[in-house]
Every structure is written in structure tokens, then in C-alpha cells.
């Protein structure tokens, strides 16, 4: 079988995983498809063909990430792509009302993942001198104000974390960026079943596209392109990058709202 490369997506089951897994396969990499979600990463893979793989894989549990990378170690001989993708909204609430077990459990899925996904990518990578890492954070790690504490703090030290660990890894022949969505229709977004839940994600989605300058939600598949991208030689020379694709929301107010006065052409001089 010819393929390109060994690319593992850490929750590539659906949503932006699942368009990452998509994007890989279709450039001609076998992709390993790491999900909780076994029925639907079963079917993923089984729709895609040979080129791809599911496993079992709770972001959660180290002894996972570790059985993945030697999968892909084993069967292929090699991994040179990883998505760190795995994400929940988190608990939300003020901060005095928060129980620390529900903190712990939203940092271990949001951050820890991360951390359990590159440890042990790098050992595998790092013997043939060569690699990629993508993680996925947030535009909400850059700016407060648009999600939950625990997440806006995770995803905020994903992207730090990104940029330590890509000076260490670089040495070794491994290139570690992150990516930064803006407000993309996922199942966080469209997943959900309790009623109250979605009336808040379609405010969300209404204040979003009010406040952005391309006035929608984005798509998966529009990450995913960004991801591929960083994970491919055409980006060869970018390291702890944090790639935002947000629709243009951190750039500002859209021109649209801008008050009529900055809109229209005053001339400086008479």
C-alpha cells in the first residue's frame, strides 16, 4: 500500500477531529483515528477504507495515547502527524461556585490531553529526527470574555504550551504549532439535547456572527485546512505558531458596525 505519512487525530471521530481525518486521507495519508467515541470512529474508519484506522483512545488516560503511538509504531513503522484535538466546553459557572472535581475533570480533558498526546508522540518521532504536532486551542485562549473560565484558561496554556515544547522539539526534527478556532459548527455547538443548552448556542451563534467580520460560523473542514497545512512541508519553516482562524472576530469591530463617520470619505485637507 502507498501512502504518505502516519497521521494520529486524538478525538477524530467528529467535528474538527473528524474533518483533520478527512483532510489526511485525502492526501494520501493513513490516518489513525483516536476517539472515545468507538461507534462512530468504527464507522469513520470503515467508510474511509484502508487508509484508515480507528482506536480506542480516552484523552484522558495516558496508558491510550501510549497504545496509539505504539499502533502506529508497530503497524507502520513510524507516526509523523499529530492532532491533539480533544475539547468539552467545561463547567461553567462563577468561580466561587465552582466544584473543584468538575475543574479537574474539564483541565484534564482540555490541557492534560495535550500534554499526554505530545509526551508520547515525541518518543515515537523523535528517533527518525521528523515530524508534526498540531493542537487545537481556541481564539478563546487568546481573548477572555467568550467562554468559560476553565476553558479560556486551558486553552490559553495550550497555546503557551505549544510554543515551550516547539523549542524543544524543534532540535529533534519535530515542528509543534497550535491552531485557534473562532466559532465553528461542531457538535460543542450542535451536539447538545438539553433545550436551555441550545437556545444558549443559538444566542452564541447569533451574537457571534453579529460581532465577526465574515458573518457566520465557520466549518470544520475550514480548520482542518489550516491544520493539514501546518502539517505538511508547504509549512516548513513555521514553528510555535498559533494560527488563528476565527472568521476575522479578534480583528475587531466588523466595518459594517462602524459608525457612519468612519465609513465615509472625509477629506484631511480642504
Known sequence: MFFKEISLAASGASGIGEACVRAFVARGDIALIGDIQDAKASA??????????????????????????????????????????????????????LPVEEWDYSQNVILRSVFLGMKHAARVMTPRQSGNIVNIASA???????????????????????????????????????????????????????????????KIREMHVDEQAIARMGQPEEVANAVAWLASEASSYVNGHALVVDGGMLAGRPWRQQPPFMREFHPTRK
Open 140 to 202: 478563546a485562549g487568546l481573548v477572555t470574555g467568550y467562554s468559560p473560565h476553565i476553558y479560556a484558561a486551558c486553552k490559553a496554556a495550550v497555546i503557551q504550551l505549544t510554543k515551550s515544547v516547539s523549542l524543544e522539539l524543534v532540535e529533534q526534527g519535530i515542528r509543534v504549532n497550535v491552531v485557534c478556532p473562532g466559532n465553528v459548527e461542531t457538535p460543542i455547538h450542535t451536539g447538545v439535547t438539553d433545550e436551555r443548552w441550545k437556545a444558549r448556542m443559538a
Open 44 to 97: 469513520l474508519a470503515q467508510e474511509l477504507g484502508a487508509m484508515a484506522l480507528a482506536l480506542h483512545l480516552d484523552v484522558r488516560e495516558e496508558r491510550d495515547f501510549e497504545h496509539a503511538c505504539h499502533i502506529a509504531q508497530e503497524r507502520y513503522g513510524r507516526l509523523d502527524v499529530l492532532v491533539n484535538n480533544a475539547a468539552i466546553v467545561g463547567t461553567l459557572g462563577p468561580i466561587a461556585a
